[in-house]
């Protein structure tokens, strides 16, 4: 046994983890992101690539990934292309501790623990790979383990990006792991037929969890994420599930705008630079029925200073009393999705930043040859012509230029939703203007209800509107929702000086739009320093669970009519398909509030789901929150 593993077992370690790892063939302890990497093409022949096999009872041979080592980092692929992406019903739970999520018990009809034993003995077979780390912010509580099958070093490289490795020489004395995660990816095929299973494990003093895939998305990401937010539960902090940006307009004014959602609802590209046409101007959409194009002339853009990518900490101790909401990054790397990039020159400065990092970087899901450049909009597919929807790539936060360290104080709360078109042939949900600003306690229902939207690249598809639930969140979390519910509530009240919008992407009514109408709203609220409206500035939209919209807005000169505000009033669209939008949107709000309704729920809550159930005007909504939400009337 190497001296750095007997080092590690002198941790205080739990007893079944001890008889791992003194049981395994041999454990490599790295304590450094290049001790990773090496590790991740350690068994990669010259100028090839690595295949991470595994021997499956039954199967044979059965190729998980294949890794390879390009000029500017590490590429993995996944020969199954239901593995290219986070299947939205992986999370399951192995304990009796109080839950709204599906048991393991109850989806496979057997108890978690004669798997938990089987995972161990598996393990004890295979040469390991085990770094500590600490989950989201360092402190005692946090302190974790990562236990690898050493041939996916690839996976453990994620891992260690994305929350940081912490040297095993620089560990105190006292360090307990309060979250370990095991991984055991032939099991996907011998216990679940195929699927992806993340089994969360809550014991008393330790948090296990159980990862039988190794796409890092929804283990190595999203299963740290749901640790964070078990932990916030007991404490009664929220971790959020947004991008956080700080503009910085060509006034030398300052805004700091975090934008929530769903996976695919905008989060990342609330922290790109708006996608310029060759001659400079924005392409605001294009109508779907009549072809017709219309473009948006902004000489300068504001200046970006990313915070967050996707995961927040708001943590008590980071509160300064000014009733805004204070937050943190959660992570040290960012999980960047690039299936927009499709061209070399979309986004010139992330291309950039990728093909000459300065330090190696994660790619997944993207064509790459060993000694080559791996290059962002050379995805692979997921059958001839169709490229795999969910190309990433992990950027280390501290390559990221004009980052933002430490907490910062939030002045808007964006809430995105991927939304489908909307014609008077096809009527559908697609009825939100390019941004409405929510009362506070529509913004909480927003959130409630955190719709996964229209044709979501980051998932396995499914059917119909269907929600990502509270805060956007609830696919990693592991307890009850009317508990997070509570939480987000408070959060809202206890940030009275907050201001909330709902900002569509993909389509608005009849026309394509993309992302564009996040980066005309942030642009057009960095300007005006927030999100702070006069009553008479704006009027309750048809709809009531949209708000307030302002009907037009001009920009640095240039003005966007209603077409893009008030959908009933594209010709292609008319009052009755809205009225028909407006119908799917209530509907989807009833089935999924109704959740929510119980003992257990804030009064205040209560009184709020039953005022949209009752059918509330926007009017209702701001009378519930004694909160600000509009300013006194310009003159």
Known sequence: MSPQARRLLELQLPPETIALLHAAPSVTVASTHEELIELAVRDAPADGSQEVAYDVPGSGRVVEAEVCRTRNGICANYPEPYMRRRDPNCLVIGDELPTDKPTYEARFGESFDPVREATFDWMKTQ???????YAGLPSPATQALAIVPDNAGFFALGLALLQGIA???ELPEDFEPKAIIYVAPPFRHTHFEGQQVVVHNRREHLHELFSYNL?????????VYGMLLYMGVRERWVTMHCATVQVITPYENRVVITHEGASGGGKSEMLEYAHRQPDGTLLIGRNLETGETRTFTLPKGCDLRPVTDDMALCH??????????TLMDAEDAWFVRCNHIDRYGTDPNIEALTVHPPMPLLFLNIHGRPGATTLLWEHIEDAPGEPCPNPRVVIPRKIIPNVVYGAVD?????????????????PSYGIIGLFHLLPPALAWLWRLVAPRGHANPSIVETAGMTSEGVGSYWPFA?????DHANLLLNQIIDTPEVRYVLIPNQHIGAWEVGFMPQWITREYLARRGGARFAANRLHPSRCALLGYTPGTIMVEGSTLGNWFFEVEHQPEVGPAAYAEGAAILTEFFHRELKAFLGPDLLPTGQRIIECCLAGGSVEDYQGLLDLPCLEPDEI
Do not use: H, I, Q
């Open 215 to 223: 796409y890092p998305g929804p283990s190595a990401k999203k299963g």
């Open 127 to 133: 040469p390991l790979a085990v770094f500590a780390f």
């Open 410 to 426: 939030v002045d808007v709360r964006s809430m995105g939703v991927r939304s489908p078109p909307c014609t008077a042939a096809r």
């Open 478 to 482: 592991t307890g009850r929702m009317v």
């Open 167 to 169: 040297p095993l020489d």
């Open 316 to 325: 008590p101790s980071l509160e300064r009393g000014n009733g805004k909401l």
